[in-house]
Structure formats: structure tokens, C-alpha cells
């Protein structure tokens, strides 16, 4: 109490009481701000001068200048010598590049960061705040399966926090951070496929919060989910009542990035009704939105292509040509931020094509003989087509023939999976003892096809191993170059691979039966995988390879003859 008297009428208090009663984003306590950095400066007091960066942060307007800040508060909490500050200025350093800048994978560097510099004593509330933040963008970019064991962990810590006697605010945040991993394991069951789960979920969550108006930003993100899952089932109806009553919800704090996402259902379910003029309308709040904020998901890319579709359909060439030259603005966007999620999207219209129907358009539009024009247009097309597939199969001998060298040289993907002898330099922070250890089951793990297994995840095998997954996965990072993930995918694609030249029996398999055989459940997902890893398609290289062996067979006939 002595402590908290005398730092209550500290000159630090007495410059902070200026400005701590504005609202966030408020640039008039930037002043008060570097007078209260100087001081701290000027007494080397470095918690104090993290705290002022960090106040920077708050209050600046600016996103560069919030970054710079953050950027700060990482050197000043460094100096101090407090892993706490230090993993609290890591985050919030994140926390900027998420929501500010929406750079998925530079917030999820600092977060990991911060991660490190958390110690065993940490706040368990601060833990699974970062533990979310880590999901919620694990999440935003694809890797649904590491997100979701975070939101568990979240979901289980908030909920024992609902059970304790404590302050009404303490459990109003608890609440919302059920609610919001709640929330967030439902996105990751729905796209991971696992539809009775996600629903299941969101009925849990809407049947907690009820009518309690505490929550109506968290019912609007259950009734978001409920929403898309009635449009899955064609229960177009349904699905308006639910997105519409979500967006109001949303609209009041301005989350563009989930309006979108609902806005798309919306026009969705209107097609689906034959309402294409509401349809239209809610695509085109997608566009608004996008080119307000700059800032798109990959979930709504297909907005874009039903307007170019809607537009073709009336033959509104001008209408065409804007929404061509918006999806490529969009698909731009997608490759900076969503690299990894957009590989995996089944696309209608590419860049290609995109580039190739912007010409088009707009060549349409400045010609005054429409006829002429089309007849010409037939004969670009046709000679591109015919050039695109030319090309095309050039290509696909050239990967082959690639390919087919790493498989003689054992060297597929060129990626090492054998034990790697680094230890000497190895930066890892675990007993060495352990690390041979998890690296000799790691080998006979690869040499028995453990990797086949389906459903097999990081934890599970650490299990197996007897050891946790923060080893594992630290261990594979290091010694195999590659996240746990991408060790599992690289395996079972090299493994297959393999198959396919070496054993004639395996080129009668289905796709489906290949991407079951390796391990994998989805035959798009594999198919995807091992266009990824080798260069070429399944089908693609189990045509090669039967041209080449019939010419081998052929070659032994003509031999024996």
C-alpha cells in the first residue's frame, strides 16, 4: 500500500492523469505522452519508459506510428529485464499487426515470440489471451487443426474462471472469452468439414447467451456461423433471418472483416431464392467494404465471381470489366495475406483467365462493330486455348521429368526426412539426451509409415513418443526444416509418390483410394498437396508414368523380335 501511496503521487502519475481518460486513438495525449517517455529516459526507469511506448501505442491514430511504438516497447521492456514485459510487449506488437495492419503471419511471429518470453509463473489469464490471439490468426490463415487445440484450452480455461466467486467485471471478461472460443472452435469444425460438430457448438453458444443484451457481439458471431450453416443446407430462408440479425449485431462495432463474410452468405441465399436483384445488391457491399478498408477473406472471394457471372448474364460488358479488374485487385491481396489458405481454394475464375477476360472486356467495350469483335474474340480464345494447353503439357514433361530424378535419387521435395547430425549447433534449449532420443523415434516413425496413420496429429504421436509437443514440435522444426504439418504432408506425399513409380498396381488406384492409402481423407486436399510438393497432379503423373512404361514395354518387344 506504502508502494502504491508513493507511486500514486509520483510525477509519472501526475503526467499519465492527463491523458489516461481518453478514448483510444486520441492524439491529444501524444504530448503528455513523449513528456512522460523523456522523464523515463532521463531516470532510466525502464518499466516506466515500456509504459509510456505502450501508451503511445494506445493512443496514436496513425498505424505506422502505433508500430513504431510497439517497436519501442520491445527495446525498452528488453532493457528492463522483465521477461513479462517483454513477452507483454511482443504482443501487443502482434496485437497491431492483426488488427491494424491485418498481417496474419507477421502477428503470429510476435506472438510466438511472446510465448518464449512467458514464464511458468505468468498470469493464466494473460497466457490464454495470447493463446487465443495465437489461434485466432492460426485460424485466418488456414492451419484449423494447431487453432483449434488453443481454443479448447481457452474454452476450458474460461469456463472453470465462470465457477469462482469473483468480481462482476473479472466474469464479464471470462464470459466473453468462452463466448469467443466458443465461437472460434466452431469456425475451425466447419472447415475442417466437421459440420454436426460446428453446429453443435453454435447452438451451445446461442442457448448460454440467450437474451442477455451483455453478449449481443457474441451472439452475432454464433448467429454468423448459424447463418452459413443453414445456407449449407439449403435452408436459404433460415439462413437470412440468421446473417441478417448477425449483421446488425456486427455493423455496431464496425467488424468489416466478418460483415463481409455475411454479406456473401446473404447474396448466396438470395440467388438461392431466385432473388437476384437482393443478391446483387449484398455482393456489392462486399466490393464497398473492400475497397474502403483494402482488406478481403478468402471466404468471399466468390462474391466476385458471381457478380462477373450475374453481369456476363445481362451482358453489362462495363460491369464485367470492373469486377475482372476488382478480383485481381482481390486475388493480390489474398497472395500477400492468405498465401498458404488461397493454395487450397478450388477457384472458378484464376489470374490467368482474369487477365485473359479483362482484355476481352475491354476490347468489347471500345469496339464499335460487335459482331467483328466476337468473331475475333472466338479466334483469340480458340488460338489461346490451344496455346495454354500446348503449353500446359510442356510443362507438366518438364515437372515430370524433374520429379522423376528426385525419386531415382531418393531425394523427393528436396527435403531431408533421415535424422539430421546437428546437434553441435543446434539452437534448441533441450536436453540433448531428449533430442536424440525423439530424433531415433522420429526415424524408425518414417521407417515403419507411421505417418500413415489417419487423424494423426502433433500431440498424438508426441504421446506415442512419451514426450510433449512443444519438444516435438521445436525438434522437427529444427532437424527436419519444416513445421510438424508439413513433415506429415511431406511423408505421406514422398511415400505415395513412390508408390506410384515403383508398383504398376498402385497406377489402377482411384485418387480417392491413393490420398486414403497415404493417410489423407480428402481427395482435394491431397490432390492439392501433391500438385504443392511435386510440381504436378496425381492424375497428371500417373499418366506420364504409364506413357513411359508402355514405351518401355514396347521398347522390350521390339528387343526380343
Not at 492483426?98 to 510466438?112: I, M, P, S, T, V
Not at 474454452?155 to 464470459?175: C, T, V
Not at 449483421?247 to 463481409?260: E, Q
Amino acid at each position: 500500500m506504502l508502494c502504491a501511496q508513493k507511486e500514486g503521487y509520483s510525477k509519472y502519475y501526475y503526467i499519465r492523469r492527463n491523458y489516461e481518460v481518453f478514448s483510444e486513438n486520441d492524439v491529444r495525449a501524444l504530448p503528455f505522452i513523449r513528456q512522460y517517455i523523456a522523464e523515463a529516459k532521463k531516470d532510466k526507469d525502464y518499466g516506466k519508459l515500456y509504459q509510456g511506448y505502450a501508451d503511445g501505442v494506445e493512443f496514436s491514430s496513425d498505424r505506422n506510428v502505433k508500430l513504431k511504438f510497439a517497436d519501442s516497447t520491445i527495446i525498452a521492456a528488453k532493457l528492463s529485464r522483465k521477461d513479462a514485459l517483454v513477452s507483454s510487449a511482443y504482443l501487443e506488437k502482434g496485437v497491431v499487426y492483426y488488427f491494424h495492419f491485418k498481417k496474419y503471419q507477421l502477428a503470429l511471429n510476435e506472438f510466438l515470440v511472446a510465448v518464449q518470453y512467458a514464464d511458468k509463473d505468468t498470469d493464466p489469464y494473460y497466457k490464454n489471451r495470447l493463446n487465443y490471439l495465437i489461434g485466432v490468426v492460426k485460424s485466418y490463415i488456414g492451419y484449423y487443426d494447431e487453432a483449434l487445440v488453443l481454443f479448447i484450452k481457452t474454452r476450458n480455461y474460461f469456463a472453470s474462471e465462470l465457477n469462482k466467486n469473483q468480481h462482476p467485471n473479472i466474469l464479464y471478461d471470462a464470459r466473453r472469452g468462452y463466448f469467443n472460443s466458443l465461437h472460434q472452435m466452431a469456425i475451425c469444425y466447419r472447415n475442417m468439414g466437421k459440420y454436426a460438430l460446428a453446429d453443435s457448438i453454435v447452438s451451445v453458444g446461442l442457448t448460454e447467451i440467450g437474451a442477455n443484451r451483455e453478449h449481443r457481439q457474441e451472439s452475432g458471431y454464433f448467429l454468423k456461423e448459424k447463418g452459413i450453416s443453414e445456407f449449407r443446407k439449403k435452408e436459404f430462408s433460415a439462413a437470412l433471418a440468421s446473417l441478417s440479425a448477425s449483421s446488425v449485431a456486427l455493423s455496431k462495432i464496425n467488424d468489416f472483416s466478418w460483415l463481409t463474410v455475411n454479406y456473401s452468405f446473404i447474396g448466396k441465399s438470395y440467388l438461392g431464392l431466385g432473388g437476384k436483384t437482393h443478391a446483387v445488391r449484398n455482393f456489392e457491399k462486399v466490393d464497398s467494404i473492400f475497397q474502403k478498408h483494402g482488406f478481403i477473406v478468402p471466404e468471399v472471394r466468390d462474391t466476385y465471381e458471381l457478380l462477373i457471372d450475374q453481369y456476363k448474364a445481362s451482358n453489362d460488358v462495363e460491369k464485367q470489366l470492373y469486377y475482372t479488374n476488382q478480383l485481381l485487385k482481390v486475388d493480390n491481396v489474398l497472395y500477400r495475406d492468405f498465401n498458404y489458405l488461397l493454395r487450397k481454394m478450388s477457384k472458378e475464375y484464376d489470374t490467368r483467365l482474369l487477365n485473359e477476360d479483362k482484355k476481352r472486356l475491354e476490347n468489347k467495350s471500345a469496339e464499335d462493330n460487335l459482331a467483328k469483335w466476337g468473331l475475333g474474340t472466338v479466334a483469340v480464345s480458340f488460338a489461346a486455348t490451344m496455346l495454354y494447353y500446348k503449353r500446359r503439357a510442356k510443362r507438366i514433361r518438364r515437372k515430370y521429368a524433374i520429379l522423376e530424378q528426385k525419386i531415382i535419387a531418393r531425394d523427393t521435395a528436396n527435403v531431408v526426412i533421415s535424422v539430421q547430425e546437428k546437434q553441435d549447433d543446434s539452437k534448441l534449449e533441450i536436453d540433448p539426451k531428449v533430442v536424440e532420443e525423439i530424433l531415433h523415434k522420429l526415424e524408425d516413425f518414417e521407417h515403419k509409415e507411421g505417418f500413415k496413420e489417419h487423424g494423426l496429429t502433433q500431440h498424438k504421436l508426441a504421446d506415442k513418443f512419451d514426450t510433449n509437443h512443444y519438444y516435438l514440435s521445436q525438434i522437427v522444426n529444427e532437424y527436419k526444416g519444416m513445421n510438424f504439418t508439413k513433415y506429415l504432408i511431406v511423408l505421406r506425399i514422398r511415400y505415395i509418390t513412390d508408390k506410384l513409380y515403383n508398383d504398376p498396381e498402385y497406377r489402377k488406384y482411384k485418387i480417392e483410394t491413393l490420398a486414403d492409402e497415404c493417410g489423407m481423407a480428402s481427395r482435394n486436399h491431397f490432390s492439392k498437396l501433391f500438385k504443392e510438393i511435386n510440381g504436378i497432379g496425381p492424375a497428371d503423373f500417373i499418366k506420364r508414368r504409364l506413357k513411359d512404361t508402355s514405351k518401355e514395354q514396347n521398347l522390350t518387344i521390339e528387343t526380343v523380335i
